[in-house]
C-alpha cells in the first residue's frame, strides 16, 4: 500500500493533459486550486497507513490474499459491504468533502460482477482479463476515475442518434491489437488525481447503440485524454493565498470534462465491446454501488452538523429550545441517511461472479434521501448560523489596522470566543453549503450516481406491490 506521500509522488510522475483558466496546467498537484483535492485523496493513503483505522480502510485481496486498501477490494462478504459504509462516514468527516476515490472502487466492484456475467452468456474472457486489471490496480494501490457519465447531447435521442456522434463514447476503430474510442466524459470526480481512469456505458443500449457499449480501462495519462477542469463556486478565494476565507483550510474536490480524441485501448484493458445487452446491468450494479457510497455525505453531515453547533454556542443561543431542536433535527437526517446505507449493506447479496452486491432497493431509497436531507441540513445550518455568515468581510479588512478594529468590536459576541473563531466556523459553514464544498454535498447529492428521477424508477421496478397487496386484503378478508 502506498504512503500519503508516495501517492502524491506517484501523481507528480504523470504526464496529464489538464486545462484551466483557458491555459494548460504544467504542475498539477501543487496548483493552489487543485491541491486541496489531491490532499483529500490522500487521506484515504494516511488512514489505511494507521493501526486505528486498519480494520476499516483496510482488507485482504481476495485474488493474493495480500494486505490492500479497502478502496481497490472486490466485496467478499456483508462485512465488507458494511464496512465500505463506515469508511465512507470516517473520510467525510476527514475531510468535510468529497475524497474522490470510492467511483472507482464501485466500478471495479461492478465490473467484477457483470464482465462474469457477459463471459456466461457470451462466452467471452472478460472476466479473466478484469481479474488480471484488477490485480495491478492493487498491487500499486492505484486511485481509480471511474467515468460513467456521458454529455448525452439531446437526452431524448439515443446514442445512434445524436446529431454529433460523438456525444457518448463510442468506437471508431477496431485494430489487431486493441480498439480505438472517442467520445467524453462529464463530470468526472477526482479525475486529475487518478491513476488510471475506467470507462462505463452511462445508459441501456439496444443494438443500434452497440459500438457505444464500451468499457475499458486506461492509464489516466494515455495519449489523446485531456481534461479541463470545472469550476466550484468560491474557487478563485484558493488563489487568495493564506486566508480562512476559503472555509475548509485543508481538503476540497475537483471535476473535470475527460474527452477521449481517438485514443488506443489494447485488448487486455477491454471488458465490454459491443454487448449492449449488457450496459444496462453494468448502469445499475455501479449505480447501486454508488448511490451506498454517498455514506460520505453522513460525514460531511457530522462536519455540519458541529459546525452549527459551534456557531449556535459562539453567538450564546445554544439553550433556546428551538435551536436545540434544529440540532436534534439535523441529527434525526443525518443519521436516518447512515440507516439507509448500512441497511443497502446489511441487506446485501453475493452475485454468480462471487462479489457481494447492495440490496438495489434500498440503495435506491437512500440515495433518494441524499437528494433531499442535505439541503435540509444546509437549510437549517443556515438558519442557526445568521447572516453573517454571507456579509462578513474579507479576512484582509480583519487584519487591516484602519477596519480590523471595528470588526473585531462588532463581530464580537460574548468573552472567551474570539472573533476570528466565529469567523472561521461561519467560513466553514458557508463552504459546506454554497462554496466549494457544496459541489459535493449539494449539487452532487441530487445529481451524483443518477439524478432523482433515476431512483425512482428503479424503486417502483424492485418494490413488490403484489406481495403488499397480498397482505392487505389477507387482512381485510378479500379472497380472489
Ligand atoms: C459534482 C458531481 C460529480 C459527479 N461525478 C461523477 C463521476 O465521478 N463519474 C461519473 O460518471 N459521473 C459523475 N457525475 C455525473 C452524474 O452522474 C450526472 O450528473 C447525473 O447522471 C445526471 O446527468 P446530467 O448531469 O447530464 O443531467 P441531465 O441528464 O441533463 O439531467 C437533468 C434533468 O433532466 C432529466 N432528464 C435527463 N434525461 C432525461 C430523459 N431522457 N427523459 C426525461 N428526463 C430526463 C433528469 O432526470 C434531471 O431532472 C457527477 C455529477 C456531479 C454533479
Ligand atoms: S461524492 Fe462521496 S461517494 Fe462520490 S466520490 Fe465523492 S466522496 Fe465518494
Known sequence: ??????????????????????????????????????????????????????????????????????????????????????????????????????????????LSIVTYDIDKKHGTEYSKRFLKYLEYVQENDFTCDGAMTDPKGDRSLPPHKQPDPDQYVHVVEEKENGIVVRGAKAHQTGAVNSHEIIVMPTIAMREEDKDYAVSFALPSDAEGIIYIIGRQSCDTRKLEGDTIDTGNLLYGGHEALVVFDDVFVPWERVFMYKEYDFASSLVEKFASYHRQSYACKVGVGDVLIGASQTAAEYNGVEKASHIKDK???????????????????????????????????????????????????????QDIAGGLMVTMPNNQDFKSPETGK???????????????????????????????????????????????????????????????????????????
Open 1 to 110: 500500500m502506498m504512503t500519503p506521500e508516495e501517492y502524491e509522488e506517484s501523481l507528480r510522475k504523470l504526464d496529464l493533459v489538464v486545462y484551466m483558466f483557458g491555459k494548460r496546467l504544467e504542475n498539477v498537484v501543487d496548483n493552489p486550486i487543485l491541491r486541496p483535492s489531491m490532499k483529500a485523496v490522500a487521506k484515504t493513503y494516511e488512514l489505511a497507513n494507521l493501526p486505528e483505522y486498519e480494520d476499516i480502510m483496510t482488507t485482504r485481496s481476495h485474488i493474493t490474499g495480500k494486505k490492500i486498501n479497502r478502496f481497490t477490494h472486490i466485496h467478499q462478504n456483508i462485512e465488507d459491504l458494511v464496512k465500505k459504509s463506515k469508511m465512507g462516514r470516517l473520510l467525510g468527516r476527514a475531510t468535510g468533502c468529497c475524497f474522490q476515490r470510492c467511483v472507482g472502487m464501485d466500478t471495479l466492484n461492478a
Open 327 to 381: 440540532i436534534v433535527e439535523m441529527n434525526h437526517l443525518n443519521e436516518t441517511l447512515y440507516c439507509g446505507c448500512i441497511a443497502c449493506a446489511s441487506e446485501g447479496h453475493k452475485e454468480p461472479s462471487g462479489t457481494y452486491s447492495v440490496n438495489t432497493l434500498l440503495a435506491n431509497v437512500h440515495k433518494q434521501n441524499v437528494t433531499r436531507f442535505p439541503y435540509e441540513l444546509s437549510r437549517l445550518a
Open 406 to 480: 471595528w470588526l473585531e468590536k462588532y463581530y464580537k459576541t460574548k468573552p472567551g470566543v474570539p472573533t476570528e473563531n466565529r469567523m472561521r466556523i461561519l467560513r466553514l459553514i458557508e463552504n459546506l453549503t454554497l462554496g466549494t464544498a457544496a459541489v459535493g454535498y449539494l449539487t452532487e447529492s441530487m445529481h451524483g450516481a443518477g439524478s432523482p428521477q433515476a431512483q425512482r424508477i428503479m424503486i417502483s421496478r424492485t418494490v413488490n406491490l403484489e406481495e403488499k397487496k397480498r397482505a392487505a386484503k389477507k387482512l381485510c378478508g378479500i379472497e380472489e
